[in-house]
């Protein structure tokens, strides 16, 4: 069992034992097509110990966090926390940020909402 | 009937189209928003860790101003409320977080959640009342055929937002009503548009407002509403030619403050 | 303080014998820990407490005691549950107005089915007892002339 | 001073691993009274139990106390021991080292010193024990039968085959439950109503079983072998002695649009109606909710064409009190409400149906004559897609239950094959988390589903169902394709998780019996009693226990059948010793143990005192009842005098249980 594990676990405040594995995160995932690992790997994953190949992937960054598998998961898991989780044990990590101030003026447009830029600020870069 | 307000950054800039008709709708349905003073950001983003305090409390912070103040706080964008509301349950709900919010703002009196956070819908089904506002309706949107668009996060997580059914909301439906237009009901209308990753993945946002707005038209929309500034963008940039406005443009339609436009 | 490393409280729970007990069978059946200091008298329905059993306990050197019964509505006799709620409510009074603690009391609805629960009280009881620290014994003075 | 023997059970390794079984023994041993101490592995068994009665005869023990499990488990077992070797019953006591201590520490010494606590405690307790001689009660040679469901048709017909006088209360103004409403059964697909709709023939010319309809059970009082229980027979405005079920009024009704619950909603009925073909009893029932005659008083068809003159508007709800000696709750189940599971477009579409609906539509009785047809434009449907566990196996309370509902995976699997069987035109895909077919014959049918009919089974979950163009866009995972799945499906059935019917909570109430949390009664004992309620005189049978198939409700309702006769056929019980003694000289008439008691056990009478003087004094003084009393003790602590006391759990045996425990 990796020492991330436990990490995970204390970040998301979730425990992915609780998982039954009927993937209805899996199936509700609207983001599913794009990510490399899907919800209900993210969940085997953490409880295997197998959590340094999911902070490898760019999946991490795909989740639109829009709880769905939060709210259908019949056991309570929040598959959706633990990729939260996932993602800033990496963004913690020394250099691990994954967006910077100085990324944001290319990625700006005129209609672009306030709150989008800051709340990937926010996500995406350590103390944000 | 005076309620505190907060507005958030966006209502400010990109999307004044919500703040602007959404308070003179109040104000023609005898309701005062009061901008809370000196309020900011509310954090943009509710952080899932349950360690991260300190991006919780611009939101805290609003919650005790709005204690101090003794009326409940009335929010209006999507992601504003989700932030507050959930950020109120955390302190409602989780000790530990209580704890070290206070610990760390040190305010006068220690904040234990007593503010209660409204959606501006919530204002609308359970202060004004719908059949109220039907019958301040002169200028009723007959004929118009008019998809809800929900999003995430007004919805889910339902046991902290208890705001409607997550899976068979109706507010935005009665609301629709209520303005005299025919509500449209299709699926999609909670499933994510795809606003989230619209700076890191554009093609899933892409997709997704696909899916959503394809459904609302199926179904016999010409119009969809919304409560979020990141969802209008998203559907609009991404989406078709399926038209996404604030619902509170059309309430001041509705209300006869703003033109129809033509 | 230094001494609650080594205090450990007297705890007795009464519990009926149609609910609460079973449920503390329950939570033996699971396996499911909690302190040695908690003995459990068996008593027919939580209305068979007399409010002197517990000053007797505090006499006695007791540390905190609590009641389990059927919860509201569940009771096997019907309604000896809502007596027994109705009696502990005058008797915590009573603590109060001697100076014992409100914490060492306590009332807790526990069915046969919930032997999680039962665990759970009474884990969360004696940390609280432990944390009170030693009960300031209630003496019978006629005891004491003997 | 009493002569105390006390018995340590190691029970195996379940007690003498954790605790040191010989030094409580030697520990007890020491205390005072105890002439007589030892330790053996199984306490419960023969040479136990001879062991106990020859310690008895050898050392002229008074009291007997046993360190072994829960007296809930063998407190009896242990007081026919000492009853045996001539001890009265009520000397013994029964210190709980097992449930108590050794289950739930893992330290041994910290254990053992608890053993030894509570060990000084049933000690201290026995001093006190005084002989206690129960007395008898009649038993009353009727049953009362709650649910006419399969689960109460099989016990009614069980017990009325022993003799018996039985009634059956249902709530629906048939009998029949769950299982009329079904058209095949696993795993043998033979016809539902063929099989039991001549057992509800079977009940209705039963001599001894009465049927009481459209009927609910309001007030129950008694105890075992004494029930008294009132049942309110509601008006249904048809007198069932007249009625001849002819059927005409249900032709005649002008009012046609009542949702037809027997088909869930799927077709209408009229105001009066009988709910199907086979009803038992097969008389009509007006619906005061949609009948416009008691509405508003006009109409009046189904009076005028009514040629036995059975329609009778001002009938009134009757009661009814009757005494029985033993109850058999019965009340079944129900699917949950899907009103939490939208992400299924339940609410949404038509064309989403629960599997109980979809009896309904391929049922030769049902709104569609037994076609299979998509309830939102009748067309045939090719593509169907069924949701396994849909709030069954969940946490976190609100949504849906955490149990299995253990039928749903037969049901499902005999849904896709018939469907296959009789379209083989049609796509059937069945998403599930796990296959559970324990059972006899359920594998292989569950395989044979596969095998023979090409069902696709798929191991994931339905996450969202899009109505759309006609369509349901079903979203779902396949966890061992490792991909996520867009079905256009034209119907998508969700197996429902199945919950205690909702008036079992009310009931059990009424009955003192317990349920769990989900509101399914609790047994006796789940392995070695799972057919009684903790309660003397309830029995369980069927659904209302727990969820079950039709082999296994009928099984245990034949199993509650045998306990309810092996009670009736005893002429009199046994009653609790252990009850309420006023203490007559101490008793100052003031009433206030008789408020409190829930039996009316307490009554009082003028009884002469000796005066001083030579003089007669009369006092009014309490009188407990023994045979009602049920030992509560509610009174011994309302009096204020201390006069009234519990024998076997008195004052004075109690506080020595907890001086022992403080010592």
Redesign the interface.
């Known amino acids: 069992m990796s020492q991330w594990t436990d990490t995970i676990r204390q970040i998301s405040g979730v425990d992915p034992r609780k998982c039954m594995k009927c993937g209805k995160c899996t199936a509700t995932c609207p983001a599913y097509d794009h990510m490399e690992y899907h919800p209900h790997q993210f969940v085997d994953m953490v409880t295997t110990g197998r959590v340094e190949e999911l902070m490898a992937s760019k999946g991490i960054y795909t989740c639109l966090t829009c709880f769905a598998c939060v709210e259908r998961c019949p056991r309570s898991v929040e598959p959706a926390a633990i990729i939260e989780a996932v993602r800033l044990a990496v963004i913690r990590q020394q250099g691990g940020n994954h967006m910077t101030p100085d990324q944001i003026p290319g990625l700006l447009d005129e209609e672009l909402p306030q709150q989008a830029i800051t709340s990937a600020l926010r996500k995406y870069s350590k103390g944000g | 009937m005076t309620y505190s307000y907060f507005p958030g950054c966006t209502l400010k800039t990109r999307g004044k189209d919500l703040d602007t008709w959404g308070r003179a709708s109040m104000e023609a349905l005898g309701i005062h928003l009061e901008e809370l003073p000196q309020w900011q950001c509310c954090g943009a983003v509710y952080p899932l860790a349950k360690d991260e305090i300190g991006s919780r409390l611009s939101a805290v912070r609003a919650l005790a101003a709005a204690r101090d103040l003794g009326t409940p706080l009335v929010t209006l964008c999507s992601a504003c409320h989700h932030v507050i509301k959930r950020t109120n349950y955390d302190i409602r709900h989780d000790a530990l977080f209580r704890d070290r919010a206070n610990n760390y703002m040190a305010p006068d009196t220690a904040y234990q959640g007593e503010a209660q956070v409204l959606h501006y819908l919530e204002v609308l089904r359970d202060h004004v009342g719908f059949d109220t506002l039907a019958k301040k309706v002169v200028k009723p949107l007959t004929g118009r055929k008019i998809g809800a668009y929900y999003g995430c996060l007004l919805l889910r997580p339902s046991k902290a937002m208890a705001f409607d059914d997550p899976e068979n909301p109706t507010i935005l439906e009665d609301f629709i009503q209520a303005i005299g237009a025919q509500p449209v009901f299709y699926a999609q209308r909670n499933e994510c548009c795809g606003g989230y990753v619209t700076l890191e993945d554009p093609s899933l946002s892409q997709a997704r407002a696909g899916a959503v707005l394809h459904n609302a038209a199926a179904q016999g929309a010409d119009t969809l509403i919304t409560a979020c500034p990141l969802c209008l963008y998203n559907l609009q940039k991404n989406g078709g030619k399926l038209p996404v406005v604030y619902f509170t443009e059309l309430l001041a339609e509705a209300l006869g403050l703003k033109e129809v436009p033509v | 303080m230094q001494m609650n490393q080594e205090f450990k409280p007297t705890i007795v729970a009464f519990c009926c014998n149609w609910c609460s007990y079973a449920g503390a069978d329950l939570s033996g059946t699971n396996r499911l820990q909690y302190p040695a200091n908690v003995k459990i008298i068996r008593i027919p329905c939580s209305c068979r407490l007399n409010p002197m059993f517990i000053l007797r306990a505090f006499q006695r050197g007791a540390d905190g005691v609590i009641l389990c019964g059927c919860h509201p509505g569940d009771c096997h006799y019907t309604t000896g549950n809502y007596y027994a709620r109705r009696r502990m409510t005058l008797l915590f009074s009573l603590l109060d107005y001697m100076g014992i603690e409100r914490q060492r009391t306590r009332v807790e609805w526990v069915s046969a089915a919930e032997g999680a629960k039962f665990a759970a009280t009474m884990n969360d009881f004696v940390d609280t007892i432990t944390k009170l620290g030693p009960n300031r014994r209630l003496e019978d003075l006629r005891c004491k002339s003997e | 001073m009493q002569r105390i023997g006390v018995f340590v059970c190691w029970c195996g390794s379940n007690i003498a691993a954790t605790v040191d079984v010989v030094q409580v023994a030697q520990a007890l041993a020491k205390e005072p009274g105890v002439v007589f101490a030892t330790d053996y592995q199984y306490m419960c068994s023969q040479a136990g139990q001879d062991l106990i009665g020859a310690a008895i005869k050898e050392h002229g023990l008074t009291g007997v106390v046993i360190c072994s499990c829960?007296?809930?488990m063998h407190e009896t077992t242990f007081r026919k021991t000492c009853q045996k070797a001539g001890l009265n019953p009520y000397m013994v006591e029964i210190a709980?080292i097992?449930?108590?201590?050794s289950?739930?520490?893992?330290?041994k010494p910290?254990?053992t010193?608890?053993a030894v606590?509570?060990g000084r405690?049933a000690i201290a307790k026995v001093h006190l024990n005084a002989p206690l001689t129960a007395g008898t009660s009649p038993v009353t040679k009727r049953a009362l039968v709650i649910g006419g469901g399969i689960a109460g048709i099989q016990t009614a017909l069980d017990i009325a085959d022993a003799g018996f006088p039985v009634d059956i209360v249902e709530k629906k103004p048939t009998i029949g439950g769950k299982m009329t409403q079904i058209d095949k059964t696993f795993p043998t697909l033979d016809c539902a109503a063929c099989i039991l709709t001549p057992k509800m023939v079977d009940v209705s010319q039963n001599e001894k079983i009465d049927i009481i309809s459209y009927a609910q059970v309001e007030k129950v009082q008694g105890f075992v072998g004494n029930f008294s229980v009132t049942i309110r027979k509601k008006a249904r405005y048809v007198d069932e002695s007249k009625c001849t079920g002819c059927g005409l009024c249900t032709e005649k009704c002008p009012q046609k649009k009542v949702p037809n619950e027997f088909n869930l909603g799927l077709d209408t009925r009229r105001a009066i109606y009988i709910p199907f073909a086979q009803a038992v009893p097969k008389v009509a029932t007006i619906d005061p909710d949609y009948c416009s005659m008691l509405k508003s008083g006009k109409c009046g068809v189904c009076a005028k064409v009514c040629a036995a003159g059975a329609i009778d508007y001002k009938q009134q709800d009757e009661l009814i009190t009757r005494e029985y000696g033993a109850i058999v709750v019965a009340t079944g189940f129900e699917p949950i409400g899907m009103?939490?599971?939208?992400?299924f477009?339940y609410?949404?579409s038509p064309d989403v149906v629960t599997s109980l609906e979809l009896e309904r539509l391929m049922n030769a009785a049902g709104p569609t004559g037994g076609t299979l047809l998509r309830p939102s434009d009748g067309t045939h449907p090719h593509t169907l897609v069924f949701v396994q566990?849909v709030g069954s196996?969940?946490?976190?309370g609100e949504?849906?239950k955490p149990y299995c509902s253990k039928i749903c995976c037969m049901y499902t699997a005999k849904h896709a094959m018939l469907i296959r069987d009789k379209y083989p035109d049609t796509e059937v895909y069945v998403f599930y988390?796990d296959v559970r077919t324990p059972g006899k014959n359920f594998d292989e049918f569950y395989r044979r589903a596969v095998e023979e009919y090409g069902v696709h089974y798929i191991?994931?979950?339905?996450?969202?169902?899009?109505?759309?163009?006609g369509k349901l866009?079903v979203?779902?995972?396949d966890?061992l394709g490792g991909r996520?799945l867009h079905i256009d499906a034209d119907m998508v059935v969700l197996a429902a998780a199945i919950e205690p019917d909702k008036s079992a909570r009310p009931l059990?109430?009424m009955l003192?019996a317990?349920?769990?949390?989900n509101d399914f009664f609790?047994e006796a004992h789940p392995k070695l009693r799972p057919v009684e309620s903790?309660?003397a005189g309830i029995f369980l049978s069927g659904a209302c226990q727990g969820p079950k198939d039709i082999p296994e409700t009928v099984a245990q309702a034949g199993a509650a059948a045998s306990k309810v006769i092996g009670l009736l056929s005893k002429d009199a019980l046994t009653c609790n010793p252990?009850t309420a003694q006023p203490d007559e000289l101490k008793c100052n008439g003031c009433s206030s143990c008789e408020n409190?008691c829930?039996y009316g056990a307490i009554s009082y009478i003028d009884k002469p005192f000796r005066g001083p003087n030579r003089t007669t004094l009369i006092r009014r003084v309490a009188q407990v009842n023994p045979a009602v009393c049920?030992?509560?003790?509610?009174c011994?602590?309302?009096c204020p005098s201390g006069a009234m006391d519990?024998q076997g759990?008195s004052?004075k045996q109690?506080?020595a249980?907890?001086?022992a425990?403080?010592?």
């Open positions: 829960s007296p809930r709980n097992r449930e108590h201590c289950w739930i520490h893992k330290d910290t254990a010193e608890k606590i509570l405690a009103d939490k599971f939208d992400e477009a609410a949404q566990c196996r969940c946490d976190g949504k849906g988390i191991k994931g979950m339905v996450g969202k169902v899009t109505p759309q163009d866009k979203q779902a995972s966890l996520q059990a109430t003192t317990s349920m769990d949390t609790t903790p309660t252990c409190v829930p049920q030992g509560c003790g509610a011994t602590v309302a519990l759990f004052n109690i506080m249980e907890v001086d425990i403080c010592r």
